[in-house]
């Protein structure tokens, strides 16, 4: 079941292609509202609950993108993003005593919105984004027995090593697909190996780490998990394809 999370656009000009804003609940994103000026930003907040705020970084009104920034972060207790065409180097020290939770320059991508959305909601609250790589912090992701407690918005799950199919990396993200669906993380795929058992859990190229118990099958050098097919790097194709009884 999806877990849709809400957002809130606030724009004068559209700052996000609406062939993006359509795609977003692929994702499990719902666009609630988009808002011309600070003002009816903040009546709707007011009456309606979101998850998010998106900010047209540059308004020129009476209550600009900054001062409505300042007003979630201290008040309201939202994250926000800040979206612009461009940084311009001058708003530099507004932008980090507004602390963003992300900065989108736009275009941006459908998957470079939704990492930003996802890891934004996940860490909203901890006040340590940048620190996040630390995996030791058992407020980020605990260890207990035969699982992994993964954090999803405001809670943590526990999802048993036997749910997890695979880890992927995606730039400076890592997706941890499960059976409860995707957890993402800010920090590299080799700050999980330690997590798991190593007697289940194998890295078998630089962007996947697979449960060997999850393999479905296989065609040439990749096998397919969850119907994902996972290309096995040249230096582990013998230990897992050994692993893999033909008739």
């Known amino acids: 079941m999806i877990s849709w999370s809400k957002i809130l656009i606030v724009e004068i000009e559209q700052i996000i292609e609406e062939e993006i804003l359509c795609r977003l609940f692929e994702f499990g994103h719902e666009i609630v509202k988009t808002v011309f000026n600070s003002g009816d930003a903040l009546v709707y907040l007011q009456e309606n609950d979101v998850d998010i705020v998106l900010i047209e970084m540059d308004m020129d009104e009476e209550i600009a993108g900054y001062e409505l920034a300042e007003i979630l972060k201290n008040k309201i207790k939202k994250p926000f993003i800040f979206v612009s065409p461009t940084i311009i180097q001058t708003n530099m020290e507004r932008i ?46 605990d260890l207990l027995n035969n699982c992994l407690f993964l954090k999803k918005k405001c809670h943590f799950e ?7 199919f695979w880890l ?4 400076n993200y890592t997706v941890i697909h499960t059976i409860k669906g995707d957890f993402i993380y ?9 997590k798991l058992p190593i007697e289940q ?34 230096n582990c194709q013998k230990k897992i394809f050994d692993l893999l009884h033909t008739v």
């Open 158 to 164: 526990r999802v048993n090593f036997s749910n997890i």
């Open 168 to 171: 992927k990396a995606e730039n």
């Open 201 to 234: 859990f194998v890295r078998v190229h630089r962007s996947y780490i697979i449960n060997l118990s999850k393999i479905e099958g296989f065609e040439g050098k990749m096998v397919i998990i969850d119907d994902e097919r996972i290309p096995i790097a040249k």
């Open 96 to 141: 980090k005593k507004a602390y963003p939770s992300a900065i989108l320059i736009s275009p941006s991508s459908l998957q470079q919105i939704h990492l930003s959305i996802t890891i934004a909601i996940n860490n909203f609250g901890t006040h340590d984004l940048p620190k996040l790589s630390s995996m030791k912090e058992s407020s980020k992701l």
């Open 186 to 194: 800010s920090t590299v795929l080799k700050n999980f190996t330690e």
